[in-house]
């Protein structure tokens, strides 16, 4: 007969989650796909954008390259975290 763990009771247990590695690829898959759909909306509204605020390409230009400067930062400035905290600062 064998005995149950104090505590622990077969209805307790926790079960781990079947094909958890292609439930993260799916997720990651869809953030991917979510983020670039993401960044191409600035170029779709770019005719309307300009005619609803009366701006010139060079105007658009400017707008876009600060939102690419401002991405790229936080992108590397996030991955430069996630390093450090990789290998044991903080």
Not at 18 to 29: E, K, Y
């Amino acid at each position: 007969m064998r005995m149950a763990r104090i505590g622990q009771n077969s209805s307790t247990r926790s079960q781990p989650t079947r094909h958890l590695r292609w439930w993260i690829g799916a997720l990651l898959f869809a953030f991917t796909v979510i983020n670039y759909i993401d960044r191409q909306t600035l170029s779709l509204l770019a005719p309307y954008l300009k005619q609803d605020y009366h701006w010139t390409n060079t105007d658009y230009a400017n707008i876009v390259i600060t939102f690419r400067v401002a991405y790229s930062i936080g992108q590397t400035s996030a991955e430069g975290c996630w390093t450090a905290l990789a290998q044991g600062a903080g």
